[in-house]
């Protein structure tokens, strides 16, 4: 018997049990789990609004998770997961444990923290991808991170650099999101703030110093539509999020006079593959020092403060460490 976090009313945070742990079936491992982010996603699927519906109650959230296989042939190894809790029945990665399909894991390397792995996860995948699968990045060219001081937002400018951009220009509404893209490697920050998308496109393109050739876009909205007017010709812009609006709109003659791509993003598109290998690519480069997102680790113990904390208007990811040692 082990402690892990229930939601036991939708809307609410979750509330610490004693939990029996499932026993692994085939093709299935126990892991002790050392860190485990609470994600946006989690919080959709906890509140019972997400388009998976409400998640049978009571249950265990965390959509991913780090942690060590505790049994079997690969006991011992140090592995990131994920589940689909909330989504279909099952528990998930808010425990002292976790039983997880093999095919849902990915080996770590050393010199990348547990913390810093969960901190990473499928928001530095999303970054990844977009820039190398949907916007084929090449050396040289410039880049437009909007919603830079998100998770996904600091990824994208360390992987950017990390690829080879010629510049990486960031776009935030808040002050510490710009103080936080030019640590991460930006070579300009952007305020996003009181302005609308004239305005929003004279200060991206003055950043840009003419035009971007690819855009990721987790934001959406107006400052869409500005980003698309800085696109130079065969640029690409990729969205894959709606934090600012969920409708943006664009001229015609803009669009096709510099043969601009539109395209869009979502991580639940990827071949479980796809996923393992931008994952290596990410923790890699963690390992190496090269990429990391901003992060406030709670023991389970808090996991209440935890919750509301990610659920309010979180400055940096929030991360459960249900074990007394999640840094090695």
Do not use: K
Not at 31 to 53: E, H, K, N, Q
Not at 168 to 196: C, H, K, M, Q, Y
Request: glycine share 12%.
């Amino acid at each position: 018997m082990v402690t892990g976090a229930f939601v036991t009313t939708h809307g609410h945070p979750p509330e610490l049990r004693p939990y029996d742990v499932p026993v692994p079936g085939a093709g299935q491992s126990r892991i002790r789990v050392t860190a485990a982010p609470v994600t946006p996603l989690d919080l959709l699927c906890a509140g019972g609004t997400s388009y998976f519906g409400p998640p049978v109650l009571p249950y265990v959230p965390g959509v991913q998770g780090v942690g060590v296989v505790d049994q079997g042939e690969r006991a011992g190894a140090r592995v990131w997961f994920n589940t689909d809790a909330g989504m279909r029945p099952g528990d998930g990665s808010l425990a002292e444990a976790a039983v997880v399909h093999d095919l849902e894991t990915v080996d770590l390397p050393d010199g990348v923290s547990d913390v810093d792995a969960a901190a990473l996860g499928l928001s530095a995948v999303a970054a990844w991808m977009a820039l190398t699968w949907r916007g084929r990045l090449r050396a040289g060219e410039r880049v437009l991170v909007l919603g830079a001081g998100g998770a996904v937002g600091q990824v994208a400018i360390q992987a950017a650099t990390a690829l080879g951009a010629g510049a990486v220009v960031a776009a935030s509404r808040r002050p510490r999101g710009r103080d936080r893209a030019l640590e991460r490697g930006a070579t300009a920050a952007v305020d996003l703030s009181d302005a609308d998308a004239d305005e929003v496109t004279a200060r991206l393109r003055a950043a840009a110093d003419g035009g971007v050739d690819v855009v990721v876009d987790p934001v959406g909205g107006a400052t869409t539509t500005a980003a698309l007017r800085v696109l130079a010709e065969h640029g690409r812009l990729v969205h894959l999020g709606s934090s600012g609006g969920t409708e943006s709109t664009f001229s015609s003659a803009t669009l096709r006079s510099g043969s601009h791509s539109i395209l869009g993003y979502t991580n639940n598109s990827l071949t479980r593959q796809q996923r393992a290998d931008a994952l290596a690519e990410i923790f890699a480069l963690a390992a190496d020092g090269r990429c990391q997102v901003e992060h406030r680790a709670y023991p389970l113990s808090e996991v209440t403060a935890a919750w509301q904390q990610a659920a309010g208007t979180p400055d940096a990811r929030v991360v459960v460490t249900p074990t007394d040692d999640p840094t090695r």
